[in-house]
């Protein structure tokens, strides 16, 4: 049976600053699990706390593998089975992602193996605290995406700016130039090592062509590369990343959007089965959008 998703609550501001802090004494903190490398200092022994800043708007977290509709997951994970079947109901139903503090970081993972290949689901939620003074909740939440960002090398991705750049058209260029492009290779001499045979297995922005080993998708599937997005959350980024080449070929799809003090990850991940077959950057990239603006609608519209 498919679970009931859970609307996040925004938090009401009133006799909530002592709350935030004891729910952040324990667990991952602000920039755990690889958000950023660094703690957020915390008062030492001997030392008076420091006044606590602006709590965030959200203060709990959903289930999270009840956060994501049957019929998106058959669109993301096809061929899974039909309603009923014991391998579909595992499959759709989804497995926890194990967290040592339940109140600051939840997830949900979906594998799916089928004779055409192998895809990965991944969905994660993280509530941002600060302990720094002065600086409130949601504010080292964008402090942290944009430290995200930064390691994606999304181009102006600086969060909250004017001129960041806005969302490719679905029918973008097949081959993208300018801001944007991440790769160093230039068309005429990726075409000439590709004529030569030199290009070796690599992992490239999808802006990059994929290795001469691997059919690249049609014409009518444009590379849309790694960029900001303007209709997810406060600040949101999708990056494409393409390994094509030997015995290795798949792309990784990645969503990062903020809800205020929120973070929400997306990974979406395809490997075929057929080497020569080059999963197509519209068709992940259209899904895991798709999934992100669900989410956002269905559960931060408070």
């Avoid at 800043?53 to 959903?62: D, N």
Wanted: hydrophobic share 30%; glycine share 12%.
């Amino acid at each position: 049976m498919q679970r009931k998703a859970h609307r996040l609550v925004a938090a009401p501001v009133a006799g909530l600053a002592a709350a935030v802090l004891a729910a952040g004494l324990t667990g991952c903190s602000g920039g755990s699990g690889g958000r950023g490398g660094d703690d957020d200092p915390k008062p030492g022994p001997g030392e008076s706390a420091a006044p606590a800043a602006e709590p965030g708007k959200y203060r709990g977290l959903p289930e999270p593998c009840g956060y994501v509709s049957r019929e998106t997951l058959r669109r993301m994970l096809p061929g899974g089975g039909e309603d009923g079947d014991q391998d579909a109901e595992k499959l759709y139903r989804g497995q926890p992602t194990i967290t040592y503090d339940a109140d600051r970081r939840v997830g949900c993972r979906w594998n799916q193996e089928t004779p055409d290949g192998t895809r990965r689901l991944s969905v994660d939620f993280e509530r941002v605290v600060s302990y720094q003074a002065g600086v409130s909740d949601e504010e080292r939440a964008r402090q942290l995406y944009d430290k995200l960002a930064d390691a994606a090398h999304i181009p102006a991705a600086s969060s909250g700016s004017s001129d960041a750049t806005p969302s490719a058209p679905a029918k973008a260029p097949a081959t993208p130039s300018g801001k944007g492009t991440r790769s160093p290779d230039k068309t005429a001499k990726g075409a000439k090592d590709a004529k030569d045979g030199k290009n070796a297995p690599k992992t490239t922005d999808a802006a990059s062509r994929p290795a001469t080993t691997a059919t690249p998708p049609a014409a009518d599937e444009p590379e849309l590369g790694s960029r900001t997005l303007d209709d997810v959350g406060d600040d949101a980024f999708v990056s494409d990343r393409l390994t094509a080449g030997g015995a290795d070929v798949h792309r990784d799809v990645t969503v990062v959007f903020r809800a205020a003090n929120i973070l929400v990850t997306i990974v979406y991940h395809q490997q075929p089965t057929d080497r020569t077959r080059v999963p197509g950057s519209q068709d992940l990239q259209g899904k895991a959008h798709g999934l992100a603006r669900e989410i956002e609608a269905g559960h931060f519209s408070n």
